[in-house]
């Protein structure tokens, strides 16, 4: 066996980096780790310029040539830079201090900010810088990445559910036949649940520091003490667009975190229950898939058309959530002040990201593929006249009629019951006649309660 110890698609360890590379392709701007260093360099030069507007006799205020220069660093991050980092990281062995390094050396020719080069990194702590970062990089790949992603599915679903929203369908629970529903219903149902944790994931606010090394401004107070260094740190937040967490200790605590992946890996709970739904309703012939020229579906079988896109959906949000959930509760517990566990399992939220974007993206593929087969749901519901014995003996419960749930159970439990002999039970029935009208009217297929109007409400 010969495989090159190069990093390829093909001999990747993470099938992330490797089979599944193209569905996380829009991850990488945000979450890799030259995406961690250009973040760190914005808040870097984010600091560096509140600084030089804060009245400090050491820093004069920048000129518009050198703000649009360092405004240019940001902007113009390559992935070039981030090997440079790498480069001096090799030697400091520590790499925020190899990112203010390379600043300095990216200032040094202009006379202007050369001078202010001991600026760059005052009085800040490694997780100042980081923890902004993550908190930049999370927000960032959630509005432009994730949330578009699980719109896309919400768009499809409702779609769905619209579009069969008057086909009747047998329902099941306990998986035996049960009060019908329609498709569009079960389809409006997740609708509903997804819209919902969709609101929970944008809903969480990103917090970040800048209070130094255990949270209490004491480097920044030492140098000068007549500042209000609070006041400063959240103005050069507020400018990135995050709001301060005002208490903590060197890191931010991430619940805040915690609470975005929780809400994260319950949305991922609601489409795996999907997932497993639609493939049951496959495996029952309630939908075709749509064929596509060349595939196959088994190695030996050539009549199989599996659904391998839920089963792919259900596999990797599996792996999503084992991070996520691993992610919200390792990131809120720190020894004392600070530990190093924290930053480790940080560099993995794009892993988690990346599984979530493969599901969702396998999860639409399928949904695309689906053709209902209306014959077969309706002929289930035609085969189930049992289901109809819920309204007669609710009906007969109004009028007083003796021990209607008991009659009911007798005629039907276990065995069904054919349209001619439910409908000869009712006929025999002492009740109003538009009554047993309305209950001899009524068949499967339209005994649906509010399921059509709940359908078109998505």
């Known amino acids: 066996m010969q495989i090159s110890p190069e990093l390829s698609a093909l001999n990747a360890l993470s099938p992330l980096d490797g089979r599944y590379a193209g569905r996380c392709q829009s991850l990488r701007g945000f979450l890799s780790e030259a995406a961690f ?3 760190r360099v914005e808040v870097e030069i984010a600091w560096l310029i509140g600084l030089s507007q804060a009245g400090l006799p050491e820093v004069k205020p920048f000129s518009e040539a050198a703000l649009d220069r360092l405004n240019r660093i940001v902007a113009e991050f390559s992935e070039a830079d981030a090997g440079r980092i790498k480069a001096i990281e090799r030697t400091t062995n520590h790499d925020v201090k190899a990112v203010e390094y390379w600043l300095k050396e990216q200032v040094k020719d202009d006379a202007e900010l050369s001078v202010a080069a001991e600026f760059i990194h005052f009085a800040c702590t490694s997780e100042d810088i980081n923890n902004t970062s ?12 994730l949330l578009p992603a699980l719109n896309g599915l919400l768009a499809q679903l409702k779609s769905l559910a619209l579009e069969h929203a008057n086909q009747p369908m047998l329902s099941r629970t306990h998986g035996q036949p049960a009060t019908p529903t329609t498709l569009g219903k079960e389809f409006a149902n997740v609708t509903h649940r997804l819209q919902a944790c969709i609101d929970e994931i944008a809903a969480v606010v990103p917090l970040a520091k800048l209070n130094g090394a255990t949270g209490n401004y004491s480097a ?5 003490p007549d500042l209000d260094w609070e006041a400063f740190s959240a103005d050069v937040l507020a400018r990135l667009g995050l709001k301060q967490n005002t208490h903590t200790i060197q890191i931010e605590p991430h619940d805040w975190m915690a609470r ?5 890996a319950r949305t991922n709970t609601v489409l795996l229950d999907l997932n497993r739904d639609v493939w049951g309703y496959i495996s029952l012939g309630y939908f075709k898939q749509k064929l596509k020229e060349g595939e196959v579906g088994s190695s030996t079988m050539p009549h199989k058309v599996n659904p391998i896109d839920f089963e792919n959906s259900e596999g990797n949000l599996g792996l999503a959530n084992a991070l996520l959930r691993h992610l919200s509760e390792k990131l809120p517990v720190s020894r004392w002040q600070r530990d190093l566990t924290d930053s480790t399992v940080l560099r993995n939220v794009g892993v988690a990201f990346g599984y979530c974007m493969v599901s969702y993206d396998a999860c639409a593929r399928g949904l695309g593929k689906l053709e209902v087969n209306s014959a077969a749901i309706d002929a289930d519901l035609d085969a189930c006249w049992e289901v109809l014995a819920e309204p007669v ?4 419960r109004r009028y007083g009629l003796p021990e209607p749930y008991e009659q009911l159970k007798a005629l039907t439990r276990g065995k069904g019951i054919t349209q001619e002999a439910l409908q000869t039970f009712i006929a025999g029935l002492d009740l109003p006649e538009a009554e047993r009208s309305r209950l001899l009217a009524l068949t499967p297929r339209t005994y649906l309660g509010q399921a059509i109007e709940l359908a078109r409400r998505a």
């Open 37 to 39: 260093m250009a973040h």
């Open 134 to 145: 993550h908190a930049l990089m999370l927000g960032r790949s959630r509005q432009d990445v």
């Open 220 to 224: 920044h107070l030492s140098a000068y």
């Open 260 to 264: 975005l992946f929780d809400a994260i």
């Open 393 to 396: 003996q609710t009906v007969m």
